[in-house]
């Protein structure tokens, strides 16, 4: 039912041809006291065979043409969601920045940021470090798409001189726009630091609870959050705030983190996120992320991945 209506009809003739060869042939079938033999004499005439397999090889040829289109439309459209993420973090005096996403399919839903952007009300050269993660609902190329939308509302909101709350509720009546009736929502957080006071502002919409581990080695979880953006658009964001000291390091994450999976569908859990956050004091945002990253690939092994990946660790010095 996938083929294009015009390959049906040729789906249809090969068949035939097939269906012509098929009584050609003759079935004779032999009984004896002892066995049953059947034996199936050749068609009399090959020009059905022949017109048959040429068909269905001709009908695969063009199947493969266009998978071989695809994929390396998939390959363009990965290279720019690459274009759409940062590659390497902001430089901001006394923070230290490191992030990875990797999509379980070519392309993917995930998306990270991190950028700096004016203070609303304070002077003109006060700069705030604004970092997102957001996740939306659905792997691959439909992901993707709404996810590149997502990019460029956020960079232009971003460009107003407006709050956080503001930012994320502009945000929020865009994505009620474009998720068909609710059934594409995306998670997100974003938080803003202040490199002077260390304030960190932030919202939770319905993603998972980053993690905040002190530099004493306590963890504590940012829970405090409201509804995922793109279910209803006359939703209000409330914007916690918390203070990090120094040494402390800042740990976003999807749930392709704590739901991957083993062969034994069992799932690496919050639970081992939070042991090697803990267990990984003295790493810095660079060290935790490859910590992170090792064990959950030894936990997962040969597994394939079901869902986007994506961490971003912020650590004040």
């Avoid at 042939?25 to 006291?33: A, F, K, Y």
């Avoid at 990965?78 to 920045?97: K, Y």
């Avoid at 983190?257 to 083993?262: G, K, M, R």
């Amino acid at each position: 039912m996938k083929l294009s209506p015009a390959r049906r009809v040729f789906l249809l003739i090969a068949l035939f041809f097939a269906i012509m060869a098929l009584t050609n042939s003759q079935v004779l079938i032999s009984v004896s006291d002892s066995k049953r033999n059947i034996e199936v004499s050749p068609p009399s005439n090959f020009l059905p065979v022949l017109l048959a397999i040429a068909a269905l090889l001709f009908l695969l040829a063009l199947e493969l043409a266009d998978r071989v289109t695809m994929k390396r439309d998939l390959e363009i459209a990965r290279e720019i969601q690459h274009w759409l993420v940062p590659a390497s973090p902001p430089e901001v005096p006394g923070v230290e920045m490191a992030f990875i996403s990797r999509p379980a399919n070519t392309v993917g839903g995930d998306y990270y940021d991190a950028f700096l952007r004016a203070s609303p009300g304070a002077r003109p050269d006060s700069k705030r470090l604004l970092v997102a993660v957001a996740d939306v609902a659905g792997k691959s190329v439909p992901a993707a798409l709404l996810m590149a939308t997502f990019q460029a509302s956020l960079r232009t909101l971003a460009e107003a001189n407006t709050s956080l709350p503001e930012l994320v509720e502009g945000l929020n009546r865009y994505a009620c726009a474009h998720s068909l009736g609710g059934s594409r929502f995306t998670t997100a957080f974003f938080a803003e630091l202040d490199p002077e006071s260390r304030v960190l502002s932030y919202v939770r919409a319905g993603h998972n609870a980053p993690v905040l581990r002190r530099a004493s080695g306590s963890l504590e979880r940012l829970e405090a959050g409201d509804l995922p953006l793109g279910i209803n658009a006359e939703a209000r964001f409330t914007c916690n705030s918390t203070t990090m000291g120094a040494r402390d390091l800042l740990v976003v994450f999807t749930d392709g983190l704590v739901e991957a999976v083993n062969d034994a569908e069992q799932e690496f859990g919050e639970v081992r996120v939070l042991e090697v956050v803990k267990s990984s004091d003295d790493a810095g945002a660079q060290g935790t992320l490859k910590n992170l990253l090792s064990a959950v690939d030894s936990f997962v092994g040969h597994a394939r991945q079901h869902d986007d990946l994506t961490c971003l660790l912020l650590r004040t010095s």
